[in-house]
């Protein structure tokens, strides 16, 4: 079993960009793909990012992936923030020795 | 674009048994895994359970012992109940697409209540 472990709140002024880390704790970070979905207030999750680096349809160039195997991390980063980037963010994997889902803990980011 | 609907009593007495039916639309069921996730007021999400359309299942282990998820192809839809509920169970049920290691396609969410 692995934890993905993501910091509690970041915040950031609109226009700038910002970086929220997702560490996994045990195997290797690219064993299995990395998945990050927004979540607006009152609202459903939706994927802003799947594979660790791809785009759903209709998700803004402004939103991108990557993973960094020296920290076991994957990253998601906004740039050009816009007020209405303002959500929680949950990077989530899959365990495959286990056959289970994991999401991190969510990151609440703050735009103001 | 495959859509997801859950539906289900938003209340629950305590003791009882959590029912909820998630429907697919645009899409076939008959492909990838189905998702059941949920959230606690103002908390963070958790796994729950999926099931493939042949029927077969993994379970949180935390939940394992409660939950019990099934699959109808004919009416493409799948289902979640979770026995003896309590406070605790209360929280906003998803249900969600999965397909290799990913989930996507969530749906808009259930409020269950566990109250009396």
């Known amino acids: 079993n692995f934890m993905l472990t993501q910091p509690q709140s970041v915040s950031e002024s609109p226009g700038k960009t910002v970086t929220i880390p997702c560490t996994r704790s045990s195997g290797s970070i690219a064993s299995n793909y990395v998945q990050w979905h927004q979540q607006r207030p009152g609202s459903s999750p939706t994927t802003v990012i799947y594979e660790d680096n791809q785009r759903p349809s209709g998700v803004p160039d402004r939103f991108s992936g990557s993973i960094d195997s020296s920290s076991n991390s994957a990253s998601l980063t906004i740039s050009g923030l816009k007020t209405e980037d303002e959500a929680d963010y949950y990077c989530q994997s899959y365990d495959s020795s286990n056959d289970e889902v994991v999401f991190g803990g969510g990151t609440k980011l703050t735009v103001l | 674009q495959v859509q997801l609907q859950e539906s289900g009593p938003g209340l629950v007495k305590p003791s009882e048994t959590l029912s909820l039916t998630c429907s697919v639309s645009g899409g076939s069921i008959s492909s990838n895994y189905w998702n059941w996730i949920r959230q606690p007021p103002g908390k963070g999400l958790e796994w729950i359970a999926y099931?493939?359309?042949?029927?077969?299942?993994n379970y949180n282990p935390s939940l394992r012992s409660r939950v019990t998820i099934s699959v109808d192809t004919s009416k493409n839809q799948f289902s979640l109940k979770l026995s003896s509920v309590t406070a605790a169970d209360t929280a906003v049920y998803y249900c969600a697409r999965g397909y290799g290691d990913c989930v996507d396609s969530w749906g808009q969410g259930a409020l269950v209540t566990v109250s009396s």
């Open positions: 099931i493939y359309y042949s029927g077969s299942t």
